[in-house]
């Protein structure tokens, strides 16, 4: 099995992720860390607990982090989350307990506890968390065997400002510290979750699952797909599902290797991503996904869960 971090602000993308990975038996879930990000820490803490709650995962240990980004002010997102964060579902007060300790604590025991290269990252939400854990702790580098990271926009322009993705506007600053840290970096821009979109085929085929579980999935997504309708006139884009799918089945995303930048500067381009194509370089830009292939895996994971 793959050990791994999941860092996240859920989100109703963030939820259906959340589901994926715990419903997975490739993947060993150590610790999930939450942030500011979609909604506020609190309600993104409570909504990763619900998540682990309903997946009957009350075990794996949720760490709550830092409740602002780094320098700029925060931003949230209920326009496409709703005020709860988890558009789709009743929020409960859940039984998956919140640990005792900060998120970048948790993080950097977590990674000091395993080997060289162990452990991957995936990262959802803004970087705050894992910027400030390779701040405190740079030698937490060597325990990471890559960051997968929803975040940027090249060719798609952004999705919070023509030019910028949520999560790397909301937290520029974090993004800058994460790409430049030297670790191994795949990034799932906009460009490719632009690619992934919760159509109606493939909700009816989660919607023909038998089980408690696959509904409650098709609940996310049905609200996903009505708040997106109504400011983009589109389907869901499966932004955050989209970094289960590359740990499961890299071979459905395609893309090339970069140094990928952030404009850090406040002006009409803050939070901008700027991938230049290199060789050597510490990123991988994904640029396109396979939907049918994400989707049959989506399907796959929901049928056993
Ligand atoms: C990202 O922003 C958030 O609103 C989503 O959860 C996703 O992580 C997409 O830009
Ligand atoms: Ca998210």
Redesign the pocket.
């Known amino acids: 099995t793959l050990p791994l971090i999941i860092d996240c602000?859920p989100?109703?993308?963030?939820a259906v992720m959340l589901m994926m990975a715990l419903a997975s038996p490739a993947l060993d879930v150590r610790a999930i860390t939450t942030v500011a990000?979609?909604v506020p820490l609190h309600l993104t803490s409570r909504n990763a607990r619900m998540m682990c709650d309903l997946m009957g995962r009350e075990d794996v240990p949720v760490f709550a982090g830092c409740p602002r980004p780094i320098l700029r002010l925060p931003v949230t997102?209920e326009d496409?989350?709703g005020e709860s964060g988890i558009a789709g579902l009743d929020p409960f007060d859940p039984e998956t307990p919140l640990g005792s300790s900060h998120a970048v604590n948790a993080l950097i025991s977590t990674l000091r506890a395993a080997g060289p290269n162990e452990i991957s990252i995936i990262i959802?939400?803004p970087m705050t968390n894992v910027a400030t854990a390779l701040v405190m702790a740079p030698d937490i580098a060597h325990h990471i065997r890559q960051l997968v990271i929803?975040?940027g926009a090249d060719s798609e322009g952004g999705?919070?400002t023509p030019f910028a993705?949520?999560?790397v506007f909301a937290d520029p600053h974090a993004a800058e510290i994460v790409l430049s840290s030297g670790v191994p970096a795949i990034l799932l821009p906009?460009d490719a979750?632009h690619q992934v979109r919760a159509h109606d085929r493939y909700v009816d085929r989660l919607r023909d699952i038998p089980g408690e579980r696959p509904k409650i999935m098709v609940h996310l997504l049905e609200a996903a797909n009505v708040l997106e309708e109504k400011w983009k006139g589109k389907r869901t884009p499966m932004?955050?599902p989209s970094t289960i799918g590359f740990m499961l089945a890299p071979e459905l995303f395609s893309g090339y290797r970069a140094r990928v930048s952030v404009e850090t500067e406040v002006g009409e381009q803050f939070g901008q991503t700027r991938p230049r194509k290199m060789e050597s370089g510490p990123h991988t830009w994904i640029s396109h996904a396979d939907a049918d292939g994400f989707f049959d895996l989506l399907v796959s994971l929901m049928e056993r869960a």
């Not at 989100?11 to 963030?14: A, P, Q």
């Open positions: 602000d989100g109703v993308d963030d990000g979609n997102a496409f989350h959802t939400g929803m975040g999705n919070i993705e949520f999560n906009l979750t932004h955050d």
